[in-house]
């Protein structure tokens, strides 16, 4: 049996991608999640692969129950993506896409802080380049945003884990808690790529400025490691429900007033990441497993949306829901996908969303937390409003737009086929995402009573979808850029930071021109009294010289004469 | 429909209205939707509830929220959120 990395598998697999061409390439890149897949799938649990460096063992292949389902779904959704990229030419997409899953893979599989934080900032390094592959100024200045947060992100975990070392003179990766400094600097490091409320922003600023086939890849990864590493370091953490739930409720009031549908598709994402966090705060085996099963089949449901918003964006040129509408018409394929990761994300019985955000719910339900059980409803009525309805209705259908593009290209239709199968597969069969769960599942979602208070909530948030329209209440799609708390740094910082550089220019200024001034008199008068014309450079006649070499010589030869006598 | 697909990408055709986009269309599909609301409070009383927390197995709990939930979703977003955040779209490019 062979031992190795699968993350490093993708890593190394991706170095000669830009030597490949044609089908030989296309093979490559699928055949690398494959063979990762099959050996992961291979490996019992354990620690199976250790380096040494910096005087410490890092173990750079711990198999968990845990680290297990994360490398699974993390596998799946790179194969998905790679099929989904195929006609991309640009060769740096496809080499960073696949470093970036490899890195998000190797920190899942890390059993120690270092190697976390190497892989950690791998994943911010390599992922840039797919909002960057947008070339336009947009996506620079975002990329450029995005990347000093990832990056920064990393170095409050780099000293974090250089305290708790200290502390514990221990890097192993286990329960870290928030009882040490370091442990709250890691929590900060992880809340940042978690997209905790007020650290979320970079989320809905960088991914809608990525390339249509980067935002699918953004959208698995970094994120979800985040909610991994919450669960490996924090469960039960009591302050996690509440920050859960407060991602789950705020993001859904701005998707609802977004006009850009991949940016909605990132609030929703950030609402999403909120449920997981819920789940990892309760932190009992069914909150855990809930959470690690929402994970599992939000990154299905939830790049097959971002594949299709992807697809109408490659088509149309845009995905703002006031130039779309009508695309039903010439789109089916993408329409039928769109509506299944619609029906999936809003949890609609027999789709995934349902058999996994349920088991959050009921762990909120069974541990006492009835007022958070209310906001992750309330949630789900949300979600179901501005993803489930709002993103097919505004892209598909509503009024029409008179745009007709062509069908998505077919690998984008056979990754959102296969996406979709996915979804309906958890749905119809949990029983085999429970089988991988990192804790036995006791856990029955298909009971009258559920099935029929889900259907309930659902088709009663569709009815007040329908009346506010009808009634003209729901508000219009409008072209406008929506502040959010990247204001303070868009904004306010950098007003902050102009009033600093001109109060530090007028300083500079001064102060030179003060030493500029006195440096120029001193050089002046020097100039006066030696310069060419000074008194005391003037040039004096070679005779007058002769004099004085006389006059010397003769007053030596008197003081000598008088010296003799 | 079919001939349509055949035009060329994005280009703008006249106003040809889908089934889906005729009025009374539309008025059905929302008549449907009242009525299968209807049959699933209705279903209340058939299907029994083991309600955990007590007051989730009142009639009609989950619909009443469901559609109270979204109305306030929708609304607090139109008159609470969006008078305060919403700026020009190029409020950035400068």
């Given at each position: 049996?062979?031992?190795?990395?699968?993350?490093?598998?993708?890593?190394?697999?991706?170095?000669?991608?830009?030597?490949?061409?044609?089908?030989?390439?296309?093979?490559?890149?699928?055949?690398?999640?494959?063979?990762?897949?099959?050996?992961?799938?291979?490996?019992?649990?354990?620690?199976?692969?250790?380096?040494?460096?910096?005087?410490?063992?890092l173990?750079?292949?711990?198999?968990?129950?845990?680290?297990?389902?994360?490398?699974?779904?993390?596998?799946?959704?790179?194969?998905?993506?790679?099929?989904?990229?195929?006609?991309?030419?640009?060769?740096?997409?496809?080499?960073?896409?696949?470093?970036?899953?490899?890195?998000?893979?190797?920190?899942?599989?890390?059993?120690?802080l270092?190697?976390?934080?190497?892989?950690?900032?791998?994943?911010?390094?390599?992922s840039?380049?797919?909002?960057?592959?947008s070339?336009?100024?947009?996506?620079?200045?975002?990329?450029?945003?995005?990347?000093?947060?990832?990056?920064?992100?990393?170095?409050?975990?780099?000293?974090?884990?250089?305290?708790?070392?200290?502390?514990?003179?221990?890097?192993?990766?286990?329960?870290?808690?928030?009882?040490?400094?370091?442990?709250?600097?890691?929590?900060?490091?992880?809340?940042?790529?978690?997209?905790?409320?007020?650290?979320?922003?970079?989320?809905?600023?960088?991914?809608?400025?990525?390339?249509?086939?980067?935002?699918?890849?953004?959208?698995?990864?970094?994120?979800?490691?985040?909610?991994?590493?919450?669960?490996?370091?924090?469960?039960?953490?009591?302050?996690l429900?509440?920050?859960?739930?407060?991602?789950?409720?705020?993001?859904?009031?701005?998707?609802?007033?977004?006009?850009?549908?991949?940016?909605?598709?990132?609030?929703?994402?950030?609402?999403?990441?909120?449920?997981?966090?819920?789940?990892?705060?309760?932190?009992?085996?069914?909150?855990?497993?809930?959470?690690?099963?929402?994970?599992?089949?939000?990154?299905?449901?939830?790049?097959?949306?971002?594949?299709s918003?992807?697809?109408?964006?490659?088509?149309?040129?845009?995905?703002?829901?006031?130039?779309?509408?009508?695309?039903?018409?010439?789109?089916?394929?993408?329409?039928?996908?769109?509506?299944?990761?619609?029906?999936?994300?809003?949890?609609?019985?027999?789709?995934?969303?349902?058999i996994?955000?349920?088991?959050?719910?009921?762990?909120?339900?069974?541990?006492?937390?009835y007022?958070?059980?209310?906001?992750?409803?309330?949630?789900?009525a949300?979600?179901?409003?501005?993803?489930?309805?709002?993103?097919?209705?505004?892209?598909?259908?509503?009024?029409?737009?008179?745009?007709r593009?062509k069908?998505a290209?077919?690998?984008?239709?056979?990754?959102?086929?296969?996406?979709?199968?996915?979804?309906?597969?958890?749905?119809?069969w949990?029983?085999?995402?429970?089988?991988?769960?990192?804790?036995?599942?006791?856990?029955?979602?298909?009971?009258?009573?559920?099935?029929?208070?889900?259907?309930?909530?659902?088709?009663?948030?569709?009815?007040?979808?329908?009346?506010?329209?009808?009634?003209?209440?729901?508000?219009?799609?409008?072209?406008?850029?929506?502040?959010?708390?990247?204001?303070?740094?868009?904004?306010?910082?950098?007003?902050?930071?102009?009033?600093?550089?001109q109060?530090?220019g007028?300083?500079?200024?001064?102060?030179?021109?003060?030493?500029?001034?006195?440096?120029?008199?001193?050089?002046?008068?020097?100039?006066?009294?030696?310069?060419?014309?000074?008194?005391?450079?003037?040039?004096?006649?070679?005779g007058?010289?002769?004099?004085?070499?006389?006059?010397?010589?003769?007053?030596?030869?008197?003081?000598?004469?008088i010296?003799?006598? | 429909?079919?001939?349509?697909?055949?035009?060329?990408?994005?280009?703008?055709?006249?106003?040809?209205?889908?089934?889906?986009?005729?009025?009374?269309?539309?008025?059905?599909?929302?008549?449907?939707?009242?009525?299968?609301?209807?049959?699933?409070?209705?279903?209340?009383?058939?299907?029994?509830?083991?309600?955990?927390?007590?007051?989730?197995?009142?009639?009609?709990?989950?619909?009443?929220?469901?559609?109270?939930?979204?109305?306030?979703?929708?609304?607090?977003?139109?008159?609470?959120?969006?008078?305060?955040?919403?700026?020009?779209?190029?409020?950035?490019?400068?």
């Open positions: 049996m062979i031992e190795f990395p699968p993350g490093l598998i993708l890593i190394l697999g991706a170095l000669p991608v830009p030597f490949l061409r044609g089908p030989v390439r296309t093979i490559w890149m699928l055949a690398l999640p494959v063979a990762a897949f099959v050996l992961l799938y291979s490996l019992p649990e354990g620690n199976h692969f250790a380096i040494s460096a910096f005087g410490q063992q173990e750079l292949l711990r198999v968990d129950g845990l680290s297990k389902v994360f490398g699974y779904i993390f596998l799946i959704a790179i194969f998905l993506g790679v099929i989904y990229s195929l006609h991309v030419r640009a060769i740096e997409e496809h080499v960073s896409g696949l470093v970036y899953s490899g890195a998000a893979i190797g920190a899942v599989f890390a059993g120690d270092v190697s976390l934080f190497v892989y950690w900032e791998l994943t911010a390094i390599s840039v380049f797919l909002i960057l592959a070339r336009t100024p947009e996506a620079l200045a975002a990329g450029m945003r995005y990347l000093i947060i990832q990056v920064g992100s990393g170095v409050l975990l780099l000293a974090g884990l250089i305290m708790i070392w200290h502390e514990t003179g221990s890097i192993a990766f286990e329960h870290i808690g928030i009882e040490s400094v370091g442990g709250v600097l890691i929590l900060l490091a992880f809340g940042i790529k978690a997209a905790f409320p007020l650290l979320h922003n970079w989320l809905q600023d960088a991914y809608p400025q990525a390339t249509p086939t980067g935002t699918v890849l953004l959208s698995a990864f970094t994120t979800k490691l985040a909610i991994y590493a919450l669960a490996r370091g924090y469960a039960g953490t009591e302050e429900i509440w920050i859960g739930a407060v991602m789950a409720a705020f993001p859904i009031f701005f998707a609802v007033i977004e006009n850009d549908l991949r940016r909605v598709l990132a609030y929703s994402l950030n609402n999403q990441l909120g449920f997981m966090v819920v789940g990892i705060g309760i932190g009992t085996e069914l909150a855990l497993n809930g959470a690690a099963a929402h994970a599992f089949a939000h990154i299905i449901y939830k790049a097959l949306l971002f594949m918003m992807g697809a109408v964006l490659h088509r149309t040129g845009t995905v703002l829901a006031s130039e779309l509408g009508g695309l039903y018409k010439s789109m089916p394929f993408t329409t039928v996908f769109c509506i299944i990761g619609a029906a999936s994300i809003s949890a609609f019985p027999l789709f995934s969303g349902f996994s955000k349920s088991m959050i719910l009921s762990a909120a339900a069974h541990e006492g937390h007022f958070v059980w209310g906001v992750l409803l309330f949630a789900s949300g979600v179901f409003h501005h993803s489930g309805i709002k993103i097919p209705f505004f892209a598909f259908f509503a009024h029409d737009s008179g745009k593009p069908e290209p077919l690998n984008m239709l056979i990754a959102m086929a296969l996406a979709s199968a996915l979804c309906i597969g958890i749905g119809v949990p029983s085999a995402l429970y089988a991988i769960l990192p804790f036995h599942v006791d856990y029955v979602p298909y009971t009258d009573s559920h099935v029929l208070s889900q259907v309930q909530l659902l088709f009663f948030s569709a009815l007040a979808f329908t009346v506010l329209m009808r009634t003209g209440l729901y508000p219009p799609e409008l072209r406008s850029t929506n502040l959010d708390s990247d204001w303070l740094y868009r904004r306010v910082g950098r007003s902050i930071l102009q009033y600093c550089v109060t530090v007028s300083m500079h200024s001064g102060i030179y021109d003060l030493v500029v001034r006195r440096c120029k008199r001193f050089v002046e008068q020097l100039y006066r009294h030696h310069g060419p014309h000074g008194i005391i450079a003037r040039t004096w006649p070679t007058s010289m002769v004099l004085w070499v006389a006059i010397l010589l003769v007053t030596y030869l008197a003081l000598y004469f010296d003799i006598f | 429909m079919r001939e349509e697909q055949l035009k060329p990408d994005n280009a703008a055709v006249p106003a040809q209205k889908g089934w889906l986009e005729r009025k009374e269309n539309v008025t059905k599909i929302a008549w449907a939707l009242y009525v299968v609301c209807a049959i699933l409070v209705l279903l209340d009383f058939l299907i029994h509830r083991h309600a955990e927390m007590g007051f989730d197995g009142n009639f009609g709990f989950y619909g009443a929220y469901g559609f109270i939930g979204s109305v306030f979703l929708v609304l607090v977003a139109k008159y609470g959120l969006r008078p305060i955040v919403k700026r020009s779209e190029d409020y950035y490019d400068d």
